[in-house]
């Protein structure tokens, strides 16, 4: 009943915020406020449910519903006299409004979750690089990392890749369900079988796909995928992959797999007026080809690659693939978590990094200290209530770039627990618009408790 009491208040607050869900408010209508004031809430339209999927009008409702969703924990936790509460508890009274909906947070979290009887070291590292899905994204992505958007559903596939289809498309859509994710692999054939779905990428452009069909037991499905060198603005790497799908008679796939030797030839058309770059017998599938452009782009440079390549019947093949590349705003391109741990054998500190430009509403910098109690030997166990956790905090500071990657200003902050004035803000969230870039962040993480005190410092360097 504890629990019940600590959110009562607040749940009525936030009944009269969902009992406007129903209705298609403006995107003006949103008065997300950057940071709560006193006791009051950020308010915003909340998405509506269809087939499993909370769909939002656009990119910035995402964005404001996940700020929504931070300014009400750290709310509750101002507020709560229940020594005993934590976010999941406030996560499961949130999403339970939404009807039909689950959520991915709670898959994880049995999948990947913590276990109350304690974890390894390296268990704890190992969950925390499977996590790409960061922050309150898992309370809006759905069990099948799905989430819409307009009329379009995404789907969170992996670190790299998202995908998205229109949401009229059930047998696509039911296809990509099927997919593993986060392997960052995907079915030779998937782009080619349903045109209906785009390939898109949190940190690069990915280009289309094509094929060949040699035979109606052999097809080739090429990719022209696109990257920053070192995150540079103007310099770009692009490579072409290759797979070789062999089928049986009835037309059911017998072995996929990535082109065997060098291409006889592939060359590539930047599309910026530059000599033809070309190399014979020396590349083969996946590699990468470097290129600097002189100038950002107004309209996005129409690269094309040509590869030549001997199929499986020794028949000189050809093809191409069109890769659009855009010379502008590499600085908020780069995106990713960075995580370490340090222990003095009764405390655990681990520390993360996380920097995303905002392709599904998480458009942050955000550091995050979690402590864990040592169980024995190499046991740990996550403190998640308040009343045990240790004195936490973590800073963090990042230099913000314009699209030139020229410096404009330096930032810092930071955030705390402390269970003398009852206030649990262990994660420190800045800079819900900004350009950054380049390995300019770093954060700073501490954990105290009954005189252990444990410092670790973490760098986000994506390059």
Sequence with gaps: MKHI????????????????AKEELPNESFE?????????????????????????????????????????????FEDAKDEELDEDLILDDIESQFSGFSSYRKLYNERYGFSERGNTEKEIMEIMKKDYVTGYQKSYLNKDLEIGIGDKVYIFHSNDIILSVDKKEQKALEEIKKIEKGTGILPADLLTKYDVIELSSVNNTMGTKMH???SP?????????????????YEKKIAMTLFETKKDIDGNIVSSSPYIGNFHKISIDWGDGTPITTHINSIQSGEYISHTYT?????????????????????????????????????????????????????????????????????????????????????????????????????????????????????????QSNKANKKRKSKAKFWSRYDHSNGDVRSEHWISKDGHNLYLEVVFNPC
Excluded at 47 to 76: M, Q, S, T
Excluded at 342 to 353: A, D, E, K, S, V
Aim: aromatic share 10%; with cysteine.
């Design 217 to 233: 037991f052999l097809e080739y499905n090429s990719s022209g995928i696109l990257q920053n060198v070192n995150c540079n603005v």
């Design 32 to 76: 997300l406020q950057e940071k709560a004031q006193s006791s009051e809430l950020p308010r915003v339209d909340m998405p509506r449910v269809e087939n499993g999927i909370l769909f939002f009008k656009d990119k910035d409702h995402v964005d404001a519903y996940y700020g929504f969703l931070e300014e009400y924990i750290n709310l509750k």
């Design 212 to 214: 060949i069909i040699v």
């Design 295 to 415: 100038d950002i782009s107004i309209e996005p440079y129409n690269a094309i690659v040509t590869i030549e390549f001997f199929d499986d019947n020794g028949i000189l093949q050809v093809m191409s693939d069109p890769v659009s590349v855009i010379v502008e705003n590499a600085c908020t391109e780069v995106n990713g978590s960075t995580f370490d741990s340090t222990n003095n054998g009764t405390w655990m500190l681990t520390g993360r990094i996380d920097v995303s430009n905002g392709f599904l509403g998480a458009n942050r910098i955000k550091g995050t200290s979690e402590a864990f109690k040592s169980c024995g030997g190499n046991c740990w166990v996550k403190v998640k209530k308040r009343r045990h956790k240790p004195f936490i905090k973590v800073r963090v500071d990042g230099i913000f770039r314009d699209a030139n990657c020229i410096q404009k200003a330096h930032k810092t902050g930071s955030a």
């Design 5 to 20: 009491k600590s959110l009562t208040a607040g749940f009525i607050l936030l009944t009269l915020l969902f009992s406007c």
